[in-house]
């Protein structure tokens, strides 16, 4: 036979290899030659030793064995073929009949037996059926371990899912589910098979979780996605957000050899599914919802959310016939301690405060972080004002004791504005506008109380607006003038100093007074900032007149309250005055008694720096306030003005007058300057100087005037006094 037609095996496609072993030489050669003629690979062993030798360095797809044979006999060489080559087949070709001995072969391992002398036809036949079959045992074990492999490969793949896989039954029992569950919810797999799937859901899912497995429409091509609750093991509520998709299981394409442990479970399932762990996800969600309406500060809902709530009681309130209450709340003395202990410090102050002020309030009841120390309060449902009254109360005595911020105590009060629905307005911004209106006339009145709008506490909110816009670019313009009026001495009338009274002269409304502008600028803060700019255009003037010869001229410049609380006041205005070589000593400040009485012990510490400068301190609008006079034997005080009210009064009744004596005799007593403010006749002139009233301000000699008329008359009454 030819290479051509050699009996190929079919899983390799090369001529099966042979191993032809006995111990005569002559029976070895001649079944030797059979096989090759036949297309075999031979290879020839004499004996079991030489067998053996061979077995052990090459292996053989079949070998031929005598039984019989001295030393190692056929029966050794299987053992030892079986343990080096456990593919190689073995047919016994022997000369043993006993039926023992054939049985004893068979069993240990031999595939079919051939009893010497053979007939060459049928013992190629037996060898061509032993390769065959021994192929198909060989392609058998293959595809046993492939499968093997496969379910390794599809278990390792179901395992190590990042997500819950699972299978229900009709009823919505667990059939399969991958260790996953263990890592992510701390369930055993064992543990769930035959649970229902609800064991694992919050309660509030699981009517969502029935629906979706019963719902019709859901398929492998359609399926149903939902987010659920799960509980870890041992827990009672949910703590963990899952994302599952499940659809029903297409029994075309299900078979039920899946290797799943519990097979008969596993024949009952009908739906697949996978859980994804979302709970990062969701509390990203969370959290980037809370920041959305939230002050991350101090946890309490922010502008946004308040008017959300605003609006919703609005709503409510007018479909009911009820009243409803915003307020507006603003800190007293926040930004001094802002500004003093720094930021850390201010927004500790901010949570206390928040948690005195929510510790007033009952659970429907909004109180939101409006910006800075602003803060906002909607009592939904009150009966009359009275309530909000109350509450109004209860916040401002909630802030009277100190605060502690590490080693510092600090005061601070509050302010609060209050619009009642529907009286103050029907809409949510004219309510928080118009609270925040009547929060502006509890500062104008002294701080740390309360009040209600009313219709004529309402400004125009777009006038004012436009005013505050324009006073922006006003500073930014220079549109602001600074005006002098003289002070006079009463006896001489010589000019000893000279007031400094800021004006606006506006592109289109002309020239505007104090009173028009300087409200707005102190809500605004602005007013800091336009303080600062006559300050300097005063020091520039008036320097320029002390240095020009009028050496003893005074300044007077009018102080804001802002600006004297702020901690650096003393600092700046020493700063200013160096800016412009102004001396110290030719400066009076003048500030009102309100400013003083609002925190005395650190405005004494301030005056007492500038005295100590050589700043002069005036009391401005003296008798107006509601102070102690305790004070002025504290404070390093140069001069008191008496208002322009009692001045008036002078002509009017004895009355006014009487104010004047007692005002003029203390500062006689005190030692104490006196300028006597308004004065706009002959006769009250006259009455003054009676008086022994050291010097005096008004019309009667001079409204307040430009720079330039000033300087003029400066220069004249100079002239005349010398002439006197
Ligand atoms: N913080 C700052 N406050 C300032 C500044 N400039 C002014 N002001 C404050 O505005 C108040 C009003 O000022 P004004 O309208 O300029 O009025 C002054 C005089 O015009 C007026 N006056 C003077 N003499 C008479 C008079 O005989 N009759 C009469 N009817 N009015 C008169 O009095 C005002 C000056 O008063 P006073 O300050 O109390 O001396 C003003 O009171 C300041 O508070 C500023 O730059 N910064």
Redesign the pocket.
């Known amino acids: 036979m030819t290479t051509d037609c050699k009996p190929l095996l079919p899983q390799t496609g090369r001529p099966a290899e042979i191993l032809v072993v006995d111990d005569d030489q002559r029976l070895l050669t001649s079944l030797a030659t059979l096989l090759k003629q036949a297309g075999y690979e031979i290879t020839e062993a004499l004996g079991g030793h030489a067998a053996c030798q061979v077995l052990k360095e090459r292996t053989f797809d079949l070998a031929m064995l005598d039984l019989r044979m001295p030393g190692i006999d056929g029966f050794d060489v299987m053992a030892y073929a079986a343990s080096v080559r456990p593919d190689c087949g073995v047919i016994v070709v022997s000369g043993e009949s006993a039926f023992t001995a054939v049985s004893r072969a068979l069993r240990r391992g031999a595939l079919d037996y051939i009893k010497k002398p053979f007939d060459p036809e049928e013992l190629l036949e037996t060898v061509r059926n032993v390769l065959g079959q021994q192929s198909l045992l060989r392609d058998h074990a293959d595809v046993q371990s492939r499968l093997k492999k496969s379910e390794a490969l599809h278990r390792y793949i179901v395992n190590s899912s990042p997500d819950i896989v699972f299978m229900l039954d009709q009823d919505g029992r667990i059939c399969f589910i991958n260790n996953k569950v263990n890592a992510l919810l701390g369930y055993m797999p064992s543990e769930l098979i035959g649970q229902h799937f609800s064991i694992m859901l919050d309660e509030q899912d699981v009517a969502r979780g029935t629906y979706a497995i019963q719902d019709t429409s859901v398929s492998s091509e359609n399926p149903r996605t939902l987010e659920v609750r799960m509980k870890t093991r041992g827990s009672r509520k949910a703590n963990r957000h899952f994302e599952v998709t499940a659809f029903p299981i297409d029994p075309d394409t299900w078979h039920h050899n899946t290797g799943i442990d519990d097979r008969a479970a596993s024949q009952k399932a009908r739906f697949y599914g996978t859980a994804r762990d979302v709970t990062e996800r969701k509390e990203a969600e969370a959290f980037i919802n809370f920041q959305a309406y939230h002050d991350l500060l101090t946890r309490l809902p922010n502008r946004a959310l308040f008017k959300d709530r605003l609006n919703l009681a609005i709503t409510h309130a007018r479909r009911n016939d009820q009243k409803l209450a915003v307020m507006f709340l603003d800190l007293d003395r926040f930004k001094v301690v802002n500004d003093t202990l720094g930021h850390a410090m201010g927004d500790r102050l901010l949570q206390a405060v928040t948690r005195r002020l929510e510790g007033c309030l009952r659970k429907g009841d909004t109180l939101s972080r409006f910006g800075g120390d602003e803060f906002t309060l909607l009592l939904p449902a009150i009966h009359c004002e009275d309530d909000a009254k109350q509450i109004a109360q209860k916040l401002i005595d909630a802030l009277n004791a100190p605060f502690k911020l590490g080693e510092h105590e600090v005061f601070v009060g509050i302010s609060i504005g209050i619009s009642v629905f529907p009286e103050a307005g029907d809409s949510m911004d004219q309510l928080i506008q118009n609270a925040d209106i009547a929060m502006y006339h509890v500062k104008d009145k002294g701080k740390g109380d309360y009040r209600f709008f009313t219709e004529n506490m309402s400004i125009d909110s777009a006038n004012r607006l436009s005013l505050e816009r324009d006073l922006r670019l006003a500073l930014e313009r220079d549109e602001l003038r600074v005006y002098y009026?003289p002070q006079v001495c009463a006896q001489s009338g010589r000019i000893i100093g000279v007031?400094?009274?800021?004006r606006w002269q506006h592109p289109e409304r002309g020239l505007l007074?104090?009173?028009e502008f300087?409200p707005l600028a102190e809500e605004t803060r602005l007013i800091d900032e336009l303080?600062e700019r006559?300050l300097a255009k005063a020091c520039e003037q008036v320097g320029q007149w002390i240095r020009g010869g009028h050496t003893d001229l005074r300044l007077a410049v009018?102080?804001?309250p802002l600006q004297v609380e702020h901690p650096r006041f003393v600092e700046r205005l020493i700063q200013q005055l160096e800016a412009f070589d102004f001396p110290a000593g030719n400066l009076e400040i003048?500030i009102t008694e309100n400013v003083i009485m609002n925190d005395l012990d650190q405005i004494s510490q301030k005056l007492r720096e500038l005295a100590d400068y050589g700043i002069r301190i005036a009391i401005?609008?003296f008798g107006t306030g509601y102070s102690s006079l305790n004070y002025l034997h504290r404070l390093p005080i140069h001069t008191l003005?008496v208002d322009?009210s009692f001045v008036r009064d002078i002509r009017n009744s004895d009355d006014g007058a009487c104010i004047v004596n007692a005002i003029v005799a203390m500062a006689h007593g005190l030692k104490l300057e006196i300028v006597a403010?308004?004065?706009?006749t002959d006769a009250q002139l006259h009455y003054l100087r009676k008086l022994g009233c050291h010097q005096v301000?008004?019309?009667f000699y001079s409204?307040?005037r430009p720079s330039e008329a000033i300087y003029l008359a400066l220069q004249q009454t100079e002239l005349k006094v010398a002439a006197v």
């Open positions: 009026q007031e400094a009274l800021v007074y104090p009173g300087l303080s006559v009018n102080l804001s003048e401005d609008d003005k322009q403010e308004g004065v706009e301000q008004g019309f409204p307040p």
